[in-house]
């Protein structure tokens, strides 16, 4: 069995900035309303790249401060597994006119933010991180494939690793065969055993992760405790459906869950919740989550 214990949450999104919003609506203690990714101005880049920094790049440095602040990590510390399913939608966009056009000269800003691992890139220069990285992508398994790489990373090197999966939306024509309809991002801080900050231990079983299955989402690991807050969460749940690191937010609501649950009863210890999440058809990844006793608010 692999384990490792969350330390720090990241997220970004259409009506979603942070994780203390993100669990008092997975909690029911607040509405969501769906409204465009507030995307903060990535101040820690130097100003030359802060001009050139996309959409993607803005979510990934937002998602990824915030959960190395809470686990109260330094971010320049951390190796980073970085999984994104498109890239930079609006770059793409850019470059394909360019070269539908008469002049088809792409400028150097557009090539070198067309890679994939430019948001990994833009990260390391923000945050002075020199540890190694990994960059992946597996289309709407992005994220299951950068959690299973990163807690496979947390086992044999016995070090945090941060996980942080990231896309942005496409213009059209693009959007029409590829329908993200924003940018997003989730980060996770992930340590090899319990610390201070510690929120939930993450455990894959060594054999059977991989298996045939229906994947979870968060309506439906929200009814398994809370059935009218899960109706309230059906538009939350379709728009995490849609959108490529949203795809493991049923393991954050998995997470919030038995901690609403333990204020009605305090007694109860929480239980390793099951979650499958979306992997490459028609498999799903099979993870438990295991709330610690502690409330999982941030600070």
């Known amino acids: 069995m692999l384990n490792a214990w969350i330390e720090g949450i990241g997220l970004l999104g ?9 669990l008092a609506v997975l909690r029911g203690e607040a509405g ?10 990535p101040e820690l880049l130097p100003a030359a790249e802060r001009r050139r920094a996309s959409r993607i790049v803005k979510a990934t440095l937002a998602a990824g401060l915030q959960a190395c602040r809470q686990a109260g990590r330094d971010p320049a510390s951390l190796p980073g597994v970085f999984a994104s399913s498109g890239g930079d939608g609006h770059n793409c966009h850019a470059i394909c006119e ?53 807690m496979a990373q947390v086992a044999t090197g016995g070090q945090p690793v941060l996980l942080l999966a990231s896309d942005s939306d496409h ?31 993450l455990s894959l079983p060594c054999r ?54 333990g204020r009605t009863r305090p007694h109860v210890q929480p239980q390793a919740q099951p979650v499958a999440l979306t992997y490459l058809p028609p498999q799903v990844l099979r993870v438990e989550i295991t709330p610690l006793a502690a409330s999982p608010a941030a600070p």
Do not use: K
């Open 14 to 22: 259409p009506g979603l900035d942070g994780w203390p919003q993100a």
């Open 32 to 41: 969501w309303a769906n409204a465009p990714a507030a995307l903060p101005a």
């Open 98 to 150: 360019l070269l539908a056009g008469e002049d088809r000269q792409v400028s150097p800003t557009r090539f070198h933010n067309s890679v994939h691992n430019a948001a990994a890139g833009y990260w390391s220069i923000a945050t002075g991180a020199t540890p190694a990285s990994q960059t992946l992508s597996a289309h709407d398994a992005s994220f299951a494939a950068g959690l299973l790489e990163a």
């Open 171 to 201: 213009p059209e024509p693009l959007r029409a065969c590829r329908p993200v309809p924003d940018a997003s991002a989730l980060a996770l801080v992930l340590a090899p055993a319990p610390g201070p900050c510690a929120l939930a231990r």
């Open 208 to 261: 059977g992760a991989l298996a045939e299955g229906v994947a979870d989402t968060v309506q439906s690991v929200t009814a398994r405790t809370d059935a009218a807050l899960a109706a309230r969460l059906q538009a939350l749940s379709s728009m995490a459906a849609a959108l490529p690191p949203w795809l493991g937010l049923p393991l954050l609501a998995a997470l919030a869950a038995p901690a609403a649950a």
